[in-house]
């Protein structure tokens, strides 16, 4: 059921273009082990084959083939007890996210409560610093915006982070594009 699920939802991200296909990564807890994605797959087209386990918070020989944002997603799980981590590549969450100093407030009429306030951090793909802003971040929060990079979410399963990344695009792409019309 964990492969299945990080399967359906490779396949959502890319139908709704929060990434392209070799771009993003999911990973789900169960107990004291991580189900990811391994590096270098593309999320429309996973196989059972391209999900990786590893343990939550000792690395292993097999740290090597998962995503290389692992140290990101164990760091989130670590940090906040979630169950469940998506990383995407969300085209206008990421161009909005480059308006702001430090967090996006979304200030629409139909604004979902954890829009309200989105932090944005900065730090390099995969590194230590990045695990640790994101996951400071989202000791508060379900969502953060990477500057230059893309989104993390968290949740208590990837259902709940692909509303909550999905939401955030569309509010994103709709003050982008609104934009335009002034």
């Known amino acids: 059921m964990v492969k299945k699920d990080i399967i359906k939802f490779g396949k959502k991200i890319v139908e709704?273009?929060?990434?392209?296909?070799?771009?993003?990564?999911?990973?789900?807890?169960?107990?004291?082990?991580?189900?990811?994605?391994k590096t270098g797959t593309m999320l429309d087209e996973l196989s059972e084959d391209?999900?990786?386990?590893?343990?939550?918070?000792e690395k292993g020989e097999?740290?090597?083939?998962?995503?290389?944002?692992?140290?990101?997603?164990?760091?989130?799980?670590?940090?906040?007890?979630?169950?469940?981590?998506?990383?995407?590549h969300s085209?206008?969450?990421i161009l909005m996210g480059n308006t702001a100093l430090d967090c996006l407030k979304i200030d629409t009429g139909e604004v979902l409560p954890f829009l309200n306030t989105i932090p944005i951090v900065r730090g390099k793909s995969g590194s230590e610093e990045l695990a640790l802003t994101v996951s400071?971040?989202?000791?508060n929060f379900n969502l953060v915006i990477?500057?230059?990079?893309?989104?993390?979410?968290?949740?208590?399963?990837?259902?709940?982070?692909?509303?909550?990344?999905?939401?955030?695009?569309?509010?994103?792409?709709?003050i982008y594009l609104k934009g335009f019309l002034k």
Request: charged share 20%; glycine share 6%.
């Open 16 to 37: 709704q273009k929060l990434a392209t296909s070799f771009f993003g990564n999911l990973s789900i807890k169960v107990s004291n082990e991580i189900f990811i994605t």
């Open 50 to 57: 391209d999900i990786v386990k590893v343990n939550l918070s």
């Open 62 to 88: 097999y740290d090597k083939l998962a995503s290389s944002e692992l140290i990101v997603h164990r760091m989130i799980y670590l940090k906040t007890g979630t169950n469940a981590v998506m990383h995407t």
């Open 91 to 93: 085209l206008y969450s």
């Open 136 to 139: 400071n971040a989202l000791e």
């Open 146 to 174: 990477v500057k230059d990079h893309g989104v993390f979410a968290k949740g208590g399963s990837l259902k709940d982070c692909f509303i909550y990344i999905s939401a955030l695009e569309h509010h994103c792409k709709y």
